[in-house]
């Protein structure tokens, strides 16, 4: 098993802020390349977003791409090509299928600040519908299925003190959203992150009050 850490201050900072738009890379994205750096397993991004009131994403294309959303604060508008149109708020796992082609606008409509992570995950295979789904109001513990990926999307939020099992997998990828956990021999804080591999007996224990994301994969994407 083999566990390598990344901080929130490691990230790749993009976005445009002159726009109202703050964002934390931790793969290659955009016009950031790092050749060691694309993917771990089948996640090719895991962005902090914020958006000030007004701020947001024009309309533009993704294919063979599973997005997966997670709001942190605030509301997340979305709108896509196929007619989907939903509000989604802290607590809410939405997920955009691209398939064969999709187009979408995200924006911050609301009043006040907004803040989200969103996941990309590349499928099994290309090709296929389109789809898209909110959960609202995910309970803890959740395991949310991609079944396209062959991954599982673990919601955890733990009081100070408390220890958590994660599951194994060939790759097992962990994010902070808030608080602080104690991951082996590691703490990690609000933006941190851990990629492990070959996940086998892994536990988490909550320094403070703390809510993470936990990907569970299982299988490399079978193209490019």
Do not use: K
């Amino acid at each position: 098993m083999t566990t390598y850490v990344q901080r929130s201050g490691q990230r790749f900072r993009g976005g445009d802020p002159a726009a109202g738009i703050e964002t934390w890379h931790a793969f290659s994205f955009s016009g950031f390349y790092d050749p060691d750096n694309v993917r771990f397993g089948p996640l090719a991004a895991c962005n902090e977003e914020r958006l000030a009131p007004g701020a947001g994403f024009a309309e533009h294309p993704h294919r063979d791409v599973e997005i997966v959303t997670w709001v942190i604060e605030g509301e997340l508008t979305h709108e896509d090509s196929t007619g989907h149109t939903a509000v989604v708020r802290p607590g809410d796992v939405q997920r955009l299928s691209a398939g064969e082609g999709v187009r979408h606008v995200e924006r911050n409509a609301g009043a006040g600040p907004l803040r989200f992570v969103q996941m990309w995950v590349t499928p099994q295979e290309p090709g296929g519908s389109p789809a898209y789904e909110v959960v609202r109001g995910v309970a803890d513990p959740v395991s949310y299925p991609l079944s396209r990926a062959d991954a599982f999307l673990h919601v955890r939020r733990l009081p100070e003190g408390q220890r958590a099992a994660l599951p194994g997998a060939p790759w097992l990828y962990v994010h902070v959203v808030r608080g602080a956990v104690r991951l082996g021999d590691e703490v990690l804080s609000e933006g941190d992150a851990a990629r492990v591999l070959d996940a086998v007996d892994v536990a988490v224990e909550a320094v403070e009050e703390a809510e993470l994301l936990a990907w569970e994969m299982h299988a490399e994407p079978r193209f490019p």
